[in-house]
Every structure is written in C-alpha cells, then in structure tokens.
C-alpha cells in the first residue's frame, strides 16, 4: 500500500506541474493551450534521446530538454497564439493549439518511433530501492522545486509583478508601458522550461513515450479545474488528489476505473464548488 500512494504522489505531481504550466501560460493570455501537456512529452523524449542516442549526461541533457521545451512553448505563442488573439477574442485558439499539439505528437511519434522506450537512469541506485526508487521522488522533488521558483518569482522579481500586472488588467497594463506581447511571450517560454524540466524529471515514471501529451493535457487541466485555475496550490493539490485517486483505484479495482474516478472527481468539485477548491468567485458587471 506505501508503494501505492508514493507511486499516487509521484504521478500526482506530474499533474501537478502540468497544471502549473497551464497557469503561468494563462495568467498573461487568458489561453488553455491544448500543447501544455506536449511540453512535458517533449521532455522526456528528448530528454532520453540526449542521453541514450547521443550520450551526453544527465545535466547536459536535463538543459537541453529544458531548452527543447522553452523553445516549443515560444513556438506554441507564436504560431498558436499571437495571431489569434490580435484578430479575436474568441476561443479559437483551442483549434490552434489542439492542431499544433496534434502534429507535434505525430512527428514525434514517426521521429521517436510509437513504442514506450524506457528512460536511462539519472544516479547509480538498484531498481530494488523500492517506496525510495528515484522514479518517484525526482518528480516531487521537481514539482515542489517549480512551485517554491514561481513563488518566489512572482513575489521578489520584477518581472514577476510584471507578470501580475498583465494578469490583473492587460489593457491597464499596456497603457502603462508594459510590453504585453513580450510578456505573454516570456510566459510561454517559462511554462515550457518548466514542463520540459517536468518531463524529464518523470520520464523513469512515464518512460518516453509520444502519446503522453494528449494525457497529461487532460489530467492537468483536470487538477487545474479541481485546484481553481489559476491558483498555483490548487493545482498542487488537484495535481497530488488526482494521482492518488487515480493509484487507489487501479489498486482496488482495475485499471479501466482511471478515467472514471477523474472525470468524477472533477464533476464532485464543480458541483459544489464551481470555481474549484482554491479558485475565487468573479463577480461579471452587469
């Protein structure tokens, strides 16, 4: 049982850090991009093509997936994004990010071959090490590391109430000499790093496999959804309550029950509290 609950936490914080993305994403767009979860794919992928078909270390390969993934959430901005959001305020950019997800997984997919392969070791430990199993814990270890970064971010650095500042109002922003585009740039450079340092330091838990985008994008919308968007504990907690409702079922009844308790956990939470556990009511002028 103490295996199953570490392995529930360890996947719970790979939501988690999922929902984080999805966060610092949407706080200077008002954007849920369907890629969110790709980022974390790309991560690991790549993470594993560094170190087992070129050979390079694992530091040299954890910042070359960081780099991978800041580079394709830039992209995701640019190609997905930008020119959506300067023609319209309507969700359209949900076809833009599901399209740009969708090729990004099936070139990958003919680049990477669609086999699971597993993911090389990061330190010297026997796969007997049990609950103690680095698989689990180097994922945790991330999560917390990202979330104590953001806090820290958002609270003591400038660009982190700029962040804030384009949050709050975006036009009241602008008027005041912020450079909203840059910022909602940026944004999407950070979550990627993130997501790419996510999915790297998950991929002994998922191995590198091309078709984990679409999963960890619904999964950590959901703990996003369940925590309170765009409040960086909920999706902590929404990240951890899922994984380990997620690990209890499998356990007690069958893997086929996963989706079920989700999109049930998710259903419990909206209808009692609609703006999920840690979200705040907004108030529409009317």
């Not at 930008?82 to 070139?107: G, N, P």
């Not at 790297?200 to 959901?222: C, D, H, N, P």
Request: aromatic share 12%; with cysteine.
């Amino acid at each position: 049982m103490l295996t199953v609950l570490v392995s529930g936490l360890a996947i719970g914080a790979l939501y988690a850090a999922t929902g984080l993305a999805y966060n610092i994403m949407f706080s200077t767009s008002k954007v849920l991009s369907v890629t969110t979860g790709h980022i974390c794919m790309l991560g690991g992928v790549f993470g594993a093509y560094f170190m087992l078909d070129l050979g390079l270390p694992a530091p040299v390969a954890l910042v070359g997936a960081v780099l991978v993934g800041a580079a394709f959430g830039l992209l995701t901005e640019v190609i997905a994004i930008r020119r959506v959001l300067a023609r319209s305020d309507e969700h359209l950019w949900l076809l833009s990010t599901l399209a740009l997800a969708t090729m990004v997984q099936q070139a990958v997919g003919l680049w990477w071959g669609t086999e699971p392969r597993p993911f090389p070791r990061l330190a010297d430990q026997d796969f007997t090490a049990g609950v103690l199993d680095q698989k689990y814990w180097l994922p945790i270890a991330a999560v917390v590391a990202m979330a104590l970064g953001l806090e820290f971010f958002y609270r003591r650095t400038m660009y982190g109430k700029v962040f804030q500042a384009v949050s709050e109002d975006a036009f009241a922003a602008r008027a005041r000499g912020i450079a909203t585009d840059r910022t909602r740039a940026l944004s999407f450079a950070i979550a990627g790093a993130l997501g790419g340092l996510a999915g790297f330091a998950a991929g002994q838990l998922t191995f590198a496999f091309f078709a984990l985008g679409l999963t960890l994008t619904l999964y950590g919308f959901i703990a996003l959804a369940v925590g309170g968007l765009g409040s960086n504990v909920g999706a902590l907690v929404g990240g951890v309550a899922l994984g380990l409702f997620q690990t209890l079922a499998t356990y007690l009844f069958g893997g086929e029950y996963q989706q079920t308790i989700a999109v049930g956990l998710l259903m419990v939470v909206l209808l009692v509290k609609p703006e999920g556990l840690f979200g705040s009511k907004k108030v529409r002028p009317v």
